[in-house]
């Protein structure tokens, strides 16, 4: 029977579907503890402030080290395609090993150093404090989520979304219900531990992920953590795509860490309109990225397959699918444009700074889906390098001068998220032109 020329709408969703669910489990911990924090009655701006400040750096230093799960779950798929599952076997426990010793790097270099480095966010006096504390506690977690996305990547490769899906719902249902037994306390069990609660909170949530992971890699996949001590020949790919997948990401993170550097120097108001603002956009981006997840496992697998025609219409479909989900999105924060924020934060300076710039976030969710979706399948093509060169132009070229202009001229978080539109205008356009030239002859 000749093969269809179509990735299925059904097998696409096998992936996405769970993708998004698992994707969305992430920044979900990271908005219910700010929903959670904004409204403790002490203090809760200079909380909310440092809990976006502590969240957005986690993330920074997550996401530029976690990018060997996408180099392990691009070279898995492509040898899933090439049915030489075996020929990685040994990779495994050798990337995974890899992802242990360096969380363990950056817990030893980053704890220590939480004062002068929160300090550079221009963070001082209550803000700060609460950032030490906070960080100092979820930083313990490193190696726990690093471990985590590393299994999580070579689920994806075997094109599985399932399993992560359970492992981040259970994490995400443990840190809700702990967020608040631990943030507010229990009358006569708990003393209220605030923000510290939260922090702590999140950490059985990601010690929840990894014993889960364990369990479905030795319960469902074909490979093991017996550790060869020959370097299997796909370390060197893996972890040359990983390096400039660290760089781009380093990149990406700058661009965020500009915005609320400058929204903290604002005032503790912008910094805490700034964090529910890019929270939100964080958790649109993780929730429209389960597409991107999809395209990720597929293509790479078609591309080890060297099915051209298939690979050029799953671009197109997995396209048309996210630009509709980012719709749905802004249709829905447009009915509660209002509300949206009094979930975060009580204040109505910081509300009002909030709803002033909201609209701008949701006016970029299509152009974000586009971008994502061929983040998602170039990861899976392995196009590293040219991922790492568009990231550098979008922050260094655009992002940053569309700033420093707009700071000029005292737009404060109007010109922040002008940055942003400008930076994800030039990622998805240069995605899409070389998509489009190199794998439409191809296709042809």
């Not at 489990?25 to 909310?48: F, M, Q």
């Not at 050029?312 to 479909?317: A, E, G, R, T, Y």
């Not at 922040?416 to 205008?425: A, N, Q």
Request: aromatic share 14%.
């Amino acid at each position: 029977m000749a093969q269809t020329p179509k990735v299925s709408f059904k097998e696409i969703n096998k992936i996405a579907i769970p993708a998004i669910i698992a994707g969305i489990a992430e920044p979900l911990i990271s908005l219910t503890d700010i929903a959670v924090i904004g409204n403790v009655e002490e203090n809760s701006v200079e909380a909310l402030a440092a809990a976006g400040i502590v969240g957005s750096f986690l993330s920074a230093i997550i996401w530029i080290v976690a990018q060997t799960k996408t180099a392990i779950s691009a070279i898995v798929s492509q040898h899933l395609g090439a049915n030489r599952v075996h020929a990685v076997k040994t990779l495994i426990p050798q990337a995974i090993v890899f992802n242990l010793i360096l969380s363990l790097v950056i817990y030893a270099t980053t704890a220590f150093f939480a004062e002068s480095i929160f300090s550079a966010y221009n963070a001082d006096g209550l803000i700060l404090k609460y950032t030490e504390d906070y960080y100092t506690i979820r930083a313990i977690g490193y190696p726990l989520t690093l471990v985590t996305f590393a299994i999580f990547g070579i689920f994806r490769g075997l094109q599985n979304t399932l399993w992560a899906m359970k492992c981040s719902l259970a994490g995400a249902a443990v840190n809700i219900g702990l967020d608040y037994a631990l943030v507010y306390g229990i009358e006569g069990f708990i003393e209220p531990l605030h923000l510290k609660g939260a922090a702590y909170a999140s950490l059985a949530a990601q010690a929840t992920m990894l014993v889960m992971a364990f369990y479905y890699f030795f319960k469902k996949t074909p490979f093991h953590l017996k550790l060869s001590f020959n370097i299997n020949p796909q370390m060197k790919p893996l972890l040359l795509m990983a390096a400039n997948l660290f760089v781009r990401t380093a990149a990406l993170n700058f661009a965020i860490y500009l915005a609320n550097a400058y929204a903290t120097d604002y005032g503790k108001n912008y910094i805490a309109a700034q964090s529910i603002l890019m929270n939100i956009w964080l958790f649109f981006s993780f929730f429209i990225d389960g597409y991107a997840n999809a395209g990720n496992a597929i293509g790479g697998r078609l591309l080890g397959a060297k099915d051209y025609v298939r690979l050029w219409n799953l671009s197109k479909d997995i396209c048309k699918y996210a630009v509709f989900i980012a719709f749905i999105l802004m249709g829905i924060c447009a009915l509660f444009y209002n509300e949206i924020g009094l979930v975060f934060n009580k204040e109505a300076t910081v509300l009002a700074l909030f709803s002033s710039v909201f609209w701008l976030v949701l006016l970029m969710q299509p152009i974000n889906a586009i971008a994502f979706m061929f983040d998602g399948i170039f990861k899976g093509l392995g196009e590293a390098k040219y991922l790492r060169n568009v990231l550098l132009v979008a922050t260094f070229l655009g992002f940053t001068p569309t700033l420093l202009i707009a700071d000029y001229f005292s737009l404060k978080l109007y010109g922040i998220w002008m940055g942003f539109l400008v930076w994800m205008l030039i990622r998805s356009s240069t995605l899409v032109i070389k998509f489009r030239r190199k794998y439409l002859k191809e296709a042809l």
